[in-house]
């Protein structure tokens, strides 16, 4: 189990490491690893010769060029995939590689570009519906950007909606300004929940188990977030009822009891009975039926 209490080292207290924390510091190992690598001077050397340059780029230098045309030669093309194919080894993403070897003073905790691909949330739907498609990306932006998901115990990645067709998955993309349809969402132009959409996780190798697991749960807390900003019913909590159970003995298959049966169910459940017991059994199988009946309309019900 994870706590914030620290632990003593040396009679001092020492702050117990997040999940976060922890794959971090993985990630910065595996750099220095590269850094300190024979890759990483191979790479560099051939990475220059490309461009016609002895010196490594500048910031400047290095965002003026990436405009150029060398970009697209076949040479530098070369270059990038043998980056991605180092890059797969230590466990490290392409662009900081690349930029390792080419930028003078690259410091990666500065850049955009992050060190290594982290765990990836991605709001799945099989819909082809435009209008509904549209309102989830825009309300799945919304969510994540009204709540504080993160922290510094876990990075929440922002979820990106994808379209999925059968095996195949693909990316929704929009303009960012676009904040809200033109068309309000009905009720009546809502998928059924349960094939509206899903949340899918997917973690790198080494990933903390404790911080898969902590994702994995504020995963789902915006997953309902989110189906309530869409308008579905989304209950507090999932409880189960035990009267559920007992649909077939109450008779639910039966709209309506036929003549003298809440007296032939009255029988079955609770036997003989006194006079005096037989309006409260009564009432309570009725109840129960009203009860039962409400519940499976509303697992039925589309939202």
């Known amino acids: 189990m994870v706590?914030?209490?620290?632990?003593?080292?040396?009679?001092?207290?020492?702050?117990?490491?997040?999940?976060?924390?922890r794959?971090?510091?993985?990630?910065?190992?595996?750099?220095?690893?590269?850094?300190h690598s024979p890759e990483?001077?191979?790479?560099?050397?051939?990475?220059?010769?490309?461009?016609?340059?002895?010196?490594?780029?500048?910031?400047?230098?290095?965002?003026?060029?990436?405009?150029?045309?060398?970009?697209?030669?076949?040479?530098?093309?070369?270059?990038?995939?043998?980056?991605?194919?180092?890059?797969?080894r230590f466990g490290l993403n392409r662009t900081a590689i690349t930029m390792?070897?080419?930028?003078?003073?690259?410091?990666?905790?500065?850049?955009?570009?992050p060190l290594a691909i982290g765990a990836k949330i991605r709001v799945v739907t099989e819909s082809n519906d435009g209008e509904f498609i549209h309102w989830l990306v825009c309300l799945a932006k919304f969510v994540y950007l009204s709540v504080q998901w993160s922290t510094s115990k876990l990075n929440f990645p922002q979820p990106q909606v994808v379209q999925k067709n059968g095996s195949q998955t693909t990316p929704v993309l929009f303009i960012p300004f676009v904040t809200r349809p033109d068309k309000d969402l009905f009720?009546?132009?809502?998928?059924?929940?349960?094939?509206?959409?899903l949340m899918q996780a997917e973690f790198p190798p080494n990933y903390p188990p404790d911080a898969a697991a902590e994702l994995g749960r504020r995963a789902m807390r915006f997953e309902?977030?989110?189906?309530?900003?869409?308008?579905?019913?989304?209950?507090?909590?999932?409880?189960?009822?035990?009267?559920?159970?007992?649909a077939s003995s109450l008779g639910l298959k039966q709209?309506?009891?036929?003549?003298?049966?809440?007296?032939?169910?009255?029988?079955?459940?609770?036997?003989e009975l006194e006079t005096s017991q037989e309006k409260t059994a009564r009432n309570r199988i009725k109840s129960q039926r009203n009860r039962v009946r409400r519940r499976f309309q509303g697992r039925g019900s589309q939202t």
């Open 3 to 21: 706590t914030d209490k620290p632990i003593l080292v040396g009679g001092k207290a020492v702050p117990k490491s997040t999940p976060q924390g």
């Open 23 to 35: 794959w971090d510091a993985d990630i910065r190992e595996r750099y220095q690893a590269f850094a």
């Open 40 to 88: 990483l001077r191979r790479l560099k050397k051939q990475g220059l010769a490309i461009f016609g340059r002895r010196r490594m780029f500048t910031s400047e230098e290095w965002w003026e060029e990436s405009r150029g045309p060398t970009w697209t030669t076949k040479e530098f093309q070369d270059f990038d995939r043998e980056c991605q194919r180092v890059g797969d």
């Open 100 to 113: 390792s070897c080419l930028i003078k003073g690259y410091d990666h905790q500065r850049s955009p570009y």
């Open 187 to 197: 009720p009546d132009r809502l998928p059924p929940r349960a094939s509206a959409f």
């Open 224 to 246: 309902r977030e989110l189906a309530r900003r869409l308008g579905y019913q989304v209950p507090k909590r999932m409880r189960t009822s035990p009267l559920a159970a007992k």
């Open 255 to 271: 709209q309506r009891l036929p003549r003298r049966g809440i007296y032939d169910l009255m029988d079955k459940t609770y036997g």
